[in-house]
């Protein structure tokens, strides 16, 4: 059985002069240990999605569940990241930021709560600014203190917004690269939203592609990692999934 089970989703907004519809029967679904990808042009609902999931937006049509569990609201099974900076509680250190939802969720004492929150503070390479303020961090820091702040809750599945996008070029690589490590030694479970290709085809081992607005499932990419490890296979890949986002209506590969 899937994880997590996005089944005709449809999601709109009601606005006092118009409704948007955001997603229209969007279907996927996420395995443990997937690093589930959704790809696809602004306003094409990704964002939306990842809400829904998150509980945060009920659909119009469809149905989500995590494990044998729909989704209703949210919860700690499920922890988000976005790609803004100030998503820190600024009066609050890393170390506290880091255990801040773990004592909410009251289910470990202070001090395992601490104990906990330093060991994921240390495996995104953070123990020398555990006591530093989010004002003094860079913009990558502060997004490893909550991808640490995310994982430390041990969800069954990671939501990330576009967490690097707002990243320049060299540190949104290594952060990239530091989530593939710290995947390869837990295996979490993710589902990344991005409107890049390179970096969809970096992170996920699976790619969902979506149409624009309103988003519509064009194609599902599976196999990347198989792919991307082949001579020159990241760069063909990358061609073919640029050619079924823009041209139309190929199958899957
Ligand atoms: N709060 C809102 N009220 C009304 N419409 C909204 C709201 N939030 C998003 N929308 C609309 O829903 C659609 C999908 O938006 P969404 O933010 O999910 O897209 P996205 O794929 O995440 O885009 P981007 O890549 O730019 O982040 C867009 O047409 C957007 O204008
Ligand atoms: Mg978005």
């Not at 589930?36 to 602004?42: D, I, K, R, T």
């Not at 909550?146 to 290594?174: N, Q, V, Y």
């Amino acid at each position: 059985m899937a994880l997590l089970d996005v089944s005709g989703v449809t999601l709109r907004y009601k606005t006092s002069s118009a409704v948007v519809t955001a997603t229209e029967r969007v279907s996927f679904t996420v395995d443990k240990s997937d690093r589930f990808v959704l790809l696809g042009p602004s306003g094409c609902g990704k964002s939306t999605l990842l809400k829904a999931v998150g509980g945060y937006m009920s659909p119009s049509e469809g149905r989500m569940t995590i494990g044998d569990r729909e989704i209703h609201g949210p919860g700690a099974d499920r922890m988000m990241i976005f790609q803004e900076f100030d998503q820190l509680l600024p009066w609050k250190s890393v170390l506290a930021n880091v255990m801040f939802p773990l004592l909410t969720a009251r289910k470990l004492s202070r001090k395992d709560a601490e104990a906990k929150a330093r060991a994921y503070i240390e495996k995104v390479g953070l123990t020398r600014v555990v006591d530093a303020y989010p004002h003094t961090l860079s913009g990558g820091m502060k997004q490893r203190v909550a991808i640490a702040r995310g994982m430390a809750m041990e969800p069954d599945i990671l939501l990330m917004d576009e967490p690097f996008a707002a990243l320049d070029a060299l540190t949104r690589r290594t952060c990239q690269d530091e989530l593939l490590q710290l995947w390869s030694e837990t295996k979490f479970t993710v589902l990344f939203v991005t409107h890049s290709i390179a970096e969809a085809i970096r992170i996920g081992n699976r790619i969902l592609l979506l149409s624009p607005h309103p988003g519509r499932v064009k194609a599902e990419v599976v196999d990347v990692d198989k792919v991307s490890n082949e001579d020159g296979g990241a760069g063909r890949l990358e061609k073919e999934i640029h050619d079924l986002l823009f041209a139309g209506e190929a199958t899957a590969h």
